[in-house]
Protein backbone atom coordinates (compact mmCIF):
# COMPACT_ATOMS: atom_id res chain seq x y z
CA UNK A 1 0.00 0.00 0.00
CA UNK A 2 1.06 3.35 -0.63
CA UNK A 3 0.90 6.70 0.95
CA UNK A 4 1.12 9.52 -0.31
CA UNK A 5 1.49 12.55 2.51
CA UNK A 6 0.73 15.95 1.48
CA UNK A 7 2.09 18.51 4.50
CA UNK A 8 3.59 21.61 5.22
CA UNK A 9 5.41 20.14 7.79
CA UNK A 10 7.13 16.59 6.71
CA UNK A 11 10.03 16.67 8.54
CA UNK A 12 7.55 16.02 11.23
CA UNK A 13 7.65 12.53 10.30
CA UNK A 14 11.10 11.47 10.39
CA UNK A 15 11.10 9.96 13.92
CA UNK A 16 7.82 8.33 13.55
CA UNK A 17 8.69 6.55 9.92
CA UNK A 18 12.20 5.19 11.76
CA UNK A 19 10.19 3.69 14.87
CA UNK A 20 8.83 0.95 15.50
CA UNK A 21 6.16 -0.99 13.69
CA UNK A 22 6.05 1.99 10.65
CA UNK A 23 10.09 1.15 10.66
CA UNK A 24 8.99 -2.71 10.30
CA UNK A 25 6.28 -2.13 7.58
CA UNK A 26 8.65 0.01 5.34
CA UNK A 27 11.18 -2.08 5.49
CA UNK A 28 9.87 -5.40 4.46
CA UNK A 29 7.68 -3.30 1.88
CA UNK A 30 4.39 -3.68 2.98
CA UNK A 31 3.86 -0.01 2.79
CA UNK A 32 5.33 2.67 0.90
CA UNK A 33 5.37 6.19 2.26
CA UNK A 34 6.39 9.38 0.35
CA UNK A 35 6.12 12.95 1.89
CA UNK A 36 5.44 16.00 -0.12
CA UNK A 37 5.74 19.47 1.10
CA UNK A 38 2.58 21.73 0.01
CA UNK A 39 5.28 24.57 0.06
CA UNK A 40 6.91 23.31 -3.33
CA UNK A 41 3.90 24.18 -5.37
CA UNK A 42 3.06 27.34 -3.70
CA UNK A 43 3.58 30.67 -6.17
CA UNK A 44 5.40 34.01 -4.89
CA UNK A 45 8.75 34.59 -3.64
CA UNK A 46 7.48 33.75 0.24
CA UNK A 47 5.45 30.47 -0.97
CA UNK A 48 2.50 31.32 0.90
CA UNK A 49 0.12 28.55 1.13
CA UNK A 50 -2.82 30.35 3.27
CA UNK A 51 -4.77 32.78 2.88
CA UNK A 52 -8.08 34.92 4.71
CA UNK A 53 -10.97 32.28 3.82
CA UNK A 54 -12.90 33.46 0.58
CA UNK A 55 -15.91 33.78 1.76
CA UNK A 56 -15.16 35.50 4.94
CA UNK A 57 -14.37 34.46 8.15
CA UNK A 58 -12.01 34.02 11.27
CA UNK A 59 -8.05 32.72 10.76
CA UNK A 60 -6.67 32.16 7.53
CA UNK A 61 -7.21 28.75 5.80
CA UNK A 62 -4.80 26.65 2.99
CA UNK A 63 -5.55 28.14 -0.55
CA UNK A 64 -6.90 26.00 -3.10
CA UNK A 65 -4.11 26.56 -6.20
CA UNK A 66 -0.99 25.08 -4.18
CA UNK A 67 -3.19 21.87 -3.03
CA UNK A 68 -4.72 21.80 -6.22
CA UNK A 69 -1.42 21.34 -7.88
CA UNK A 70 0.53 19.17 -5.58
CA UNK A 71 -2.71 16.41 -5.77
CA UNK A 72 -2.28 16.48 -9.45
CA UNK A 73 1.42 16.32 -9.43
CA UNK A 74 1.25 13.74 -7.08
CA UNK A 75 -1.28 11.86 -8.61
CA UNK A 76 0.63 11.81 -11.70
CA UNK A 77 4.16 10.31 -9.57
CA UNK A 78 2.34 6.81 -9.58
CA UNK A 79 0.02 4.32 -12.14
CA UNK A 80 -2.76 4.31 -9.35
CA UNK A 81 -4.30 7.90 -9.08
CA UNK A 82 -4.90 6.77 -5.40
CA UNK A 83 -8.16 7.83 -3.18
CA UNK A 84 -7.90 11.42 -1.58
CA UNK A 85 -8.49 11.89 2.55
CA UNK A 86 -8.86 15.44 3.99
CA UNK A 87 -8.04 15.07 7.52
CA UNK A 88 -10.45 16.93 8.87
CA UNK A 89 -12.40 17.45 12.43
CA UNK A 90 -15.35 17.69 10.79
CA UNK A 91 -15.23 14.48 8.73
CA UNK A 92 -16.53 10.68 9.86
CA UNK A 93 -14.51 9.34 12.32
CA UNK A 94 -11.62 6.97 12.01
CA UNK A 95 -13.12 3.60 13.12
CA UNK A 96 -11.64 0.12 13.55
CA UNK A 97 -13.70 -1.09 10.58
CA UNK A 98 -12.75 2.48 8.15
CA UNK A 99 -9.26 1.73 8.97
CA UNK A 100 -10.25 -2.13 7.30
CA UNK A 101 -11.92 -0.44 4.63
CA UNK A 102 -9.00 1.95 3.48
CA UNK A 103 -6.38 -0.82 3.95
CA UNK A 104 -8.14 -2.62 0.90
CA UNK A 105 -7.00 0.27 -1.12
CA UNK A 106 -3.53 0.45 -3.40
CA UNK A 107 -3.23 4.34 -2.42
CA UNK A 108 -4.16 6.99 -0.13
CA UNK A 109 -3.27 10.67 -0.80
CA UNK A 110 -3.58 11.67 2.72
CA UNK A 111 -4.13 16.18 3.10
CA UNK A 112 -2.99 17.50 6.53
CA UNK A 113 -4.31 20.63 7.01
CA UNK A 114 -2.93 23.63 9.22
CA UNK A 115 -4.20 26.96 10.66
CA UNK A 116 -8.05 26.92 10.55
CA UNK A 117 -8.10 24.01 8.08
CA UNK A 118 -8.65 24.59 4.04
CA UNK A 119 -10.37 26.60 1.76
CA UNK A 120 -13.97 25.24 0.56
CA UNK A 121 -12.79 25.55 -2.85
CA UNK A 122 -10.68 22.73 -1.96
CA UNK A 123 -13.66 20.39 -1.00
CA UNK A 124 -15.82 21.20 -3.95
CA UNK A 125 -12.70 20.83 -6.13
CA UNK A 126 -10.89 17.46 -5.35
CA UNK A 127 -14.15 15.86 -3.78
CA UNK A 128 -12.07 13.99 -1.20
CA UNK A 129 -13.01 11.27 1.20
CA UNK A 130 -13.49 13.57 4.66
CA UNK A 131 -11.84 11.87 7.80
CA UNK A 132 -11.42 13.00 11.85
CA UNK A 133 -8.82 11.13 13.61
CA UNK A 134 -11.04 11.85 16.62
CA UNK A 135 -11.34 13.86 19.47
CA UNK A 136 -7.99 15.14 20.44
CA UNK A 137 -5.26 17.57 21.03
CA UNK A 138 -1.99 17.77 19.19
CA UNK A 139 0.79 19.70 18.97
CA UNK A 140 1.01 22.49 21.98
CA UNK A 141 -2.36 21.89 23.26
CA UNK A 142 -4.35 22.70 19.72
CA UNK A 143 -7.86 21.29 18.34
CA UNK A 144 -7.28 18.94 15.34
CA UNK A 145 -8.45 21.55 13.10
CA UNK A 146 -4.98 22.83 13.38
CA UNK A 147 -3.03 19.68 11.95
Known sequence: ??????TLFPDLFAGYLTQSILNKALASRLVEIHLWNLRDWAQGKHKSVDDRPFGGGPGMVLMPEPVFAAVEAVQASAPEPGTIIL??????R?????VKELAGLKRLILLCGRYEGFDERIRLGLKPREISI???SVTAGK?????
Request: proline fraction near 8%; avoid cysteine; charge should be negative.
Open 87 to 92: LTPAGE
Open 134 to 136: GDL
Open 143 to 147: SPRWW
Open 94 to 98: LTQTL
Open 1 to 6: MRFDVL
